[in-house]
């Protein structure tokens, strides 16, 4: 789809991003699913936090991060992104509506990414008011490894997720719960 878009489709020049290593598992796509400029999909429903991924690595680390977290009791929305420098912002707002954490996951540093990007669309469209924004990145110099070491070395693993986001959750409804929070 995205050839195709950037063959018969786009007016301007594009840039194709391919992953470094295999996904552990297939990422699927809804059978309906079509690409739409400036627009994800939802992989997987989830009504506590909303995360931001893309691509098959960085897809199943947080679709693993959401099962960890459904086993818990806690609903983690999975959006696949494949746009990093194109937004939708009426699709971003309809997205970002019913959930006060929004979570992105950037397979490199924190800046210059999916994340600054849509955290300048959602701060331009007054839709960071009353929302927590996270980006989880690479602080520092990448760790070498195998993409696994190297993941876990940074906490971009599922695990390292699921324990973040629920450390998170837990500050959050214990700050408002008592009253200290500076949001």
Known sequence: MIVNYSINVADNSCVIRMNISPSPREILLPDTYKLTRGQGITLREG????IFAYGPVMLNEALLASELLAAKGFGLEVINMPWLNLIDLSWLEEIVMNHTQIFVLEDHA????????LMSGLTNANLLEHNNFTIFAIDGF????????????????????????????????YSYQSGLSGN
């Open 47 to 50: 009504l506590d936090a909303l």
């Open 110 to 117: 924190r800046f210059g990414g999916l994340g600054e990007f």
């Open 142 to 173: 990448p760790a070498c490894g195998t993409p696994s070491e190297a993941l876990n070395f940074h906490g971009l693993d599922g695990e390292s997720l699921a324990q973040k986001i629920i450390s998170l959750n837990y500050v959050e409804q």
